[in-house]
Nanobody
Framework: VQLVESGGRLVEAGGSLRLSCAASTQTFSSYDFAWFRQAPGKERVFVAGINWSGGRTYYADSVKGRFTIARDNRRDTLYLEMDSLRPDDTAVYYC?????????????????WGQGTQVTVSS
């Protein structure tokens, strides 16, 4: 599985962005996925997760109500819709495959990481 993130850019506080994660696999619909982010000098942290069908989603408290994770199994693509962006959302955002298909927030439970896409929110 190869994952390629895109959509990151510089945006003003209060703005919106949609990130995409394109997967090169014929079994995309069998995997659960998640988005993580890593700010400079900090650890990689969980942002949002989604199950194989898109019917179950879960979020970090810091983004709940502002971010929405979604997927299109016909296009083998994962999305992260980000609204009401704040400067502390600035980070490199990564998508990853949930290796156990269980609800988890631990980066060690994920694999096939993409290269990341930079999101910068100016105040």
């Amino acid at each position: 599985v190869q994952l390629v993130e895109s959509g990151g850019r510089l945006v003003e506080a209060g703005g919106s962005l949609r990130l995409s994660c394109a997967a090169s696999t014929q079994t995309f619909s069998s995997y659960d996925f998640a988005w993580f982010r890593q700010a400079p000098g900090k650890e990689r942290v969980f942002v949002a997760g989604i199950n194989w069908s898109g019917g179950r989603t879960y979020y970090a408290d810091s983004v709940k109500g502002r971010f929405t994770i979604a997927r299109d199994n016909r296009r083998d693509t994962l999305y992260l819709e980000m609204d009401s962006l704040r400067p502390d959302d600035t980070a490199v955002y990564y998508c990853a495959v949930n290796l156990n298909n269980l609800e988890t927030y631990d980066p060690a439970d994920f694999g096939y990481w993409g290269q990341g896409t930079q999101v910068t929110v100016s105040s």
